[in-house]
């Protein structure tokens, strides 16, 4: 199990605390400083079931400045948003986890760390 953080991310902190409390094997990925590259966002997002619009922050002044609102949400549209996830990670939702199961989830709730957990259960790390 691997679960991408932002150490700043009060919601990533929580999850990481969640992780621990029950024993949980896990490895951190700070996706800040370890950018992932466009296949490993592509193989994410086919964890996920999601398209990249749907783990961007729009909220985040970067994407304001690239004008993202207004970008297609299409299959046209994709490899553009997956190039901005890449050249600007601080727009990538957060925390990310990886389930042992092969499938992902955006773990922002409690709720949401423990069905990580349930899916396949947690190794040693």
């Known amino acids: ?15 990481i605390d969640v992780l621990d409390a029950e024993g949980a094997g896990y490895t951190v990925r700070r ?13 994410l997002l086919g964890r996920l079931g999601l398209e990249p619009w749907d783990i961007t922050r729009t909220g985040e002044s970067v994407a304001g400045e690239l004008g993202m609102t207004e970008w297609g949400r299409d299959a046209g549209a994709r490899e553009r948003w997956i190039s901005a996830l890449v050249e600007h990670p ?11 199961d092969g499938t992902a989830l955006v773990a ?9 957990l349930g899916r396949g259960g947690p190794t040693s790390v």
């Open 1 to 15: 199990m691997e679960i991408w953080i932002n150490p700043a991310c009060s919601k990533c902190r929580s999850a």
């Open 31 to 43: 996706y800040l400083e370890d950018v992932p590259s466009a296949e490993e966002i592509r193989e």
């Open 108 to 116: 922002r709730s409690e709720e949401a760390v423990r069905e990580a």
């Open 90 to 100: 601080v727009l990538i939702q957060r925390p990310i986890i990886t389930a042992e």
